[in-house]
């Protein structure tokens, strides 16, 4: 079996070695460089040819963001970022994503070598997904044309009873972003859990609500899930649905973690099965693993409309597979008509009017 060859972009001398050692102790998986800028690295990737390149965020000469974009816009090619987990860290991570970082890895603050050692299984399960993922080339989002917004034509289907869930993993930051940016202001309630750590929803969340129509925050317990609003599960918490009366809540649980993660889509959508059944829409978006296939199984046997985003619009083609392979899933749409059918579901649903 061929090894996948990783190329380690980081001005800190330890973490390079601590990476290369991490990487070559993978029996698929080998270090063949290291590079302590970006001048440095583009001509390795010049005479190395990696599969997968780790970049880091905060690099002198050049940072790694506008590097990424230079990458991406001539070479495109499978990155995962480094970040540290600060405030600043996770907008950069989130910017590295929108330019067309596969994913990214926290950087720990403190006690970095044990903290990069503890992180070593979680960095070499994203540098396997790079390398199988996807890559699509990528415009700076302040030149891409404006996108159509799907205007109502109708306010028939403002109800307190409908509700849309979405879930997504690796490459889902741009695809939520894409389906949100095109919702109208009345559209029912959604509830989103995307894989993500602690530290990056709240940033995640607030990056969105600058760019929609809609409302978009990081999910609060107990909360009453509103017509127009979107809600991010936080990081490190499960985000199930709750009825109190005619409206949904925000039920948030720190539960063991489903399926290797913590927010999982599994809870959420088993949630809005029980509590919603028919009146629920559900959308499976870009993603690695089998997280929330089966609970979207439930989703379509309690009634909801089920949607899975197809294979050539994935950055990796994991959750939906599984999910589609269940038998859960009703349509199988390019990511670009998803929000659009979500809509028209919507609309098609019926359902009490909101009184305002």
């Known amino acids: 079996m061929e090894r996948i060859e990783v190329l380690v972009v980081d001005d800190s ?9 991490i990487i070559n102790q993978q029996h698929d998986m080998v270090c063949v460089g290291a590079a302590a800028d ?8 010049r005479n190395l040819d990696p599969d997968v390149i780790t970049l880091d965020i905060e690099m002198p000469k050049m940072d790694g963001i506008a590097f990424l974009e230079h990458l991406m816009r001539l070479r495109p090619m499978p990155v995962l970022m480094v970040s540290t987990l600060t405030e600043k860290g996770s907008e950069a991570a989130l910017r590295a994503l929108e330019c067309g970082a596969v994913d990214f890895v926290g950087k720990p603050k403190l006690d970095v070598a044990s903290g990069m050692l503890g992180h070593a299984q979680e960095i070499v399960d994203k540098i396997r997904v790079a390398a199988a993922a996807k890559v699509f080339a990528r415009t700076p989002l302040s030149s891409v044309p404006q996108k159509t917004v799907f205007k109502s034509t109708s306010n028939s289907y403002r109800s307190t009873e409908k509700l849309i869930a979405i879930g997504a993993s690796t490459g889902g930051t741009e695809a ?18 995307q894989h993500m750590p602690p530290g990056f929803t709240r940033a995640f969340a607030k990056r969105l609500d ?14 009453r899930v509103l017509p127009g609003h979107a809600y991010i599960a936080p990081g490190a918490l499960h ?13 948030l649980s720190d539960a063991p973690p489903v399926n290797r993660h913590r927010p999982s889509v599994d809870p959420l959508f088993r949630s809005v099965a029980a509590q919603a059944g028919p009146n629920a829409i559900g959308a499976m978006l870009t993603g690695m693993g089998k997280d929330g296939a089966q609970a979207m199984l439930e989703m379509r046997r309690a009634g909801a409309w089920t949607i899975a985003q197809d294979e050539a619009s994935c950055i990796v083609f994991g959750m939906p597979k599984e999910a589609i392979a269940l038998g859960a899933v009703d ?3 390019p990511l670009g008509r998803i929000a659009a059918r979500l809509v028209e579901q919507a609309a098609r649903m019926g359902g009490g009017l909101i009184r305002v």
Do not use: F, Q, W
């Open 13 to 21: 001398a330890l973490i390079r070695s601590l990476l290369a050692a």
């Open 38 to 45: 970006p001048y440095a690295a583009r001509e390795m990737i």
């Open 176 to 193: 939520i972003r894409a389906v949100l940016e095109a919702m109208p202001p009345d559209v029912p309630g959604i509830v989103i859990t």
């Open 210 to 223: 600058g760019l929609c129509r809609i409302n978009v925050k990081e999910a609060e317990d107990g909360e």
């Open 239 to 251: 985000m199930l649905v709750a009825k109190s009366g005619a409206n949904y809540k925000i039920a």
């Open 331 to 333: 349509e199988v749409l």
